[in-house]
């Protein structure tokens, strides 16, 4: 299961630590702005990070935020690149089925 291959994020790491306003209204509160992890815990949230090369210069950085109680999550995307004039964001959401199980 899905749950058992991924770890927990407890820091967030600085490249992670805000979020801009994804400008739709189904986004958490939690998940905006300056993200704090307490507060994100609070709002029923885990956390979970992956990070993989995008290209020979570039890092894709996922932070993941799951609820398992109420079968949902969502994911915010940044691509870090070897030239700051290089980064570009996305944010994207999406909900998790309860196929996903505890």
């Known amino acids: 299961m899905l749950r058992q291959r991924i770890n927990s994020l407890d820091v967030l790491p600085p490249s992670l630590k805000r979020i801009p ?13 300056n993200l704090d992890v307490k507060e994100i815990r609070a709002a029923g949230f885990e956390l979970y990070m992956i990070e993989r090369p995008a290209t020979s210069v570039d890092t894709e950085i996922y932070l993941i935020a799951i609820d398992w ?8 995307t940044k691509r ?7 980064a570009a964001v996305v944010v994207m959401g999406m909900g998790f089925s309860s196929a996903l199980g505890p």
Do not use: D, E, Q
């Open 21 to 33: 306003r994804p400008g739709v209204s189904w986004w958490p509160s939690a998940l905006k702005g």
């Open 80 to 86: 870090t690149a070897a030239s700051p004039y290089a």
């Open 69 to 76: 109680n109420k079968n949902r999550g969502f994911f915010y």
